[in-house]
């Protein structure tokens, strides 16, 4: 999947500057640009801000906060001056997007304090949409952007949100914005960045919509890959991600994460979950290793560091892990990550809820429900 998301950049800023130039001889100051509180000129200059934030907590690398310096616009500067502001910062961000590694992670606090350059790509086309659109609002002028653009900012930062029949809409209401036929009004709203757990020699890194569509159709997904990668239980899993994602049940943080080396940025192999811990906080894990990656204990630590995560949020008692009664490997990769093997009546009540082949082993690893 070549990474595209600096010419997204482009395109949004591009589609914004066209629509305002056509009103650049009326008063921003003196109209209110759509639902938010600002006035079109201060809508429009929020824009370019948002732009070279972005920018800089990129280009700067900045992991604990944003880089503390602001802009301002020359005393007298008109709506004429202001748009080659906002060319001129989309300019900055599309150049950053393009020179930065793909493993490089800034500060952004929603909701994991970073985002790749991916990320921030998104971000800074849904404050340029969406803030052009709220100035169109107030001007009244009709606008509609590139169709890839909100599809692009949906799939990569809001993967909570179950797509629609058309994807422009669909991001005007998830931003309170507008409605959709059969959905709540959106009062509160939040774009997600993806999770990234730190292991020792790996990181594991969550797995978006996007990239989960490229995998599942038999692309890398973004990612680098070692030879023979990625393995077919890795575009499996890809592929219950993207399912859950259209039909709007997808949780980010119990979806499928790329197993990155540091050492050279390359994936190795996937690890997720099968779904939402249940009722009683239980959720079953799964993982495959590409075969020139195996034997080095990656996926043992990738899964301890996974666990460990998932085991510390309030939602997670137990985490469960089926394996085939003769893939001995497997079984190790589990008992080093620190599960250990159920009981025979727990293995029972595993293979009659969930109606699993009777040769499988069952593997657990936290808090266990007392004997009765």
Request: hydrophobic content about 40%; proline content about 5%.
């Amino acid at each position: 999947m070549r990474d595209i998301s600096g010419e997204h950049v482009q395109a949004a800023v591009a589609s914004c500057v066209a629509l305002l130039r056509t009103a650049v001889d009326r008063d921003w100051t003196a109209v209110r640009a759509g639902r938010v509180e600002w006035d079109c000129h201060a809508t429009a200059f929020h824009i370019a801000e948002d732009l070279i934030a972005y920018a800089a907590n990129l280009a700067g690398r900045a992991q604990d906060d944003y880089v503390p310096f602001g802009i301002t616009l020359d005393e007298g500067t008109g709506n004429d001056g202001l748009l080659h502001v906002i060319e001129t910062t989309g300019a900055l961000l599309t150049a950053t997007v393009r020179t930065t590694p793909r493993e490089v992670r800034a500060f952004h606090p929603y909701p994991f304090r970073s985002a790749n350059r991916e990320g921030f790509a998104a971000m800074g086309v849904a404050e340029v949409l969406l803030h052009t659109h709220d100035i169109a609002e107030g001007l009244g002028l009709p606008y509609e952007p590139p169709a890839e653009l909100p599809r692009f900012v949906l799939t990569t930062i809001f993967p909570h949100v179950q797509p629609g029949p058309d994807h422009w809409r669909t991001l005007l209401w998830a931003t309170g914005r507008g409605d959709l036929p059969g959905r709540a009004p959106v009062t509160e709203w939040r774009w997600h960045n993806n999770l990234v757990v730190p292991a020792d020699r790996l990181t594991l890194q969550g797995v978006t919509p996007a990239a989960a569509a490229d995998l599942s159709a038999g692309g890398d997904g973004g990612f680098s890959w070692i030879v023979g990668g990625p393995f077919e239980g890795t575009r499996e899993a890809a592929g219950m991600v993207l399912k859950a994602y259209e039909t709007g049940v997808h949780r980010p943080e119990f979806g499928l994460f790329v197993l990155v080396r540091r050492e050279d940025g390359l994936a190795v192999g996937g690890m997720g979950f099968h779904g939402l811990p249940d009722e009683e906080g239980r959720a079953e894990v799964g993982y495959d290793l590409v075969e020139g990656a195996r034997g080095r204990g990656y996926a043992s630590e990738a899964l301890r560091a996974l666990s460990e995560w998932a085991l510390a949020r309030d939602d997670v008692r137990l985490l469960r892990a089926s394996i085939e009664a003769d893939n001995v490997p497997s079984q190790g990769v589990v008992e080093r990550a620190g599960y250990v093997r159920a009981t025979a009546e727990e293995e029972r009540a595993a293979h009659e809820e969930h109606d699993l082949d009777g040769t499988l082993r069952l593997y657990v690893r936290g808090e266990r429900p007392a004997a009765a």
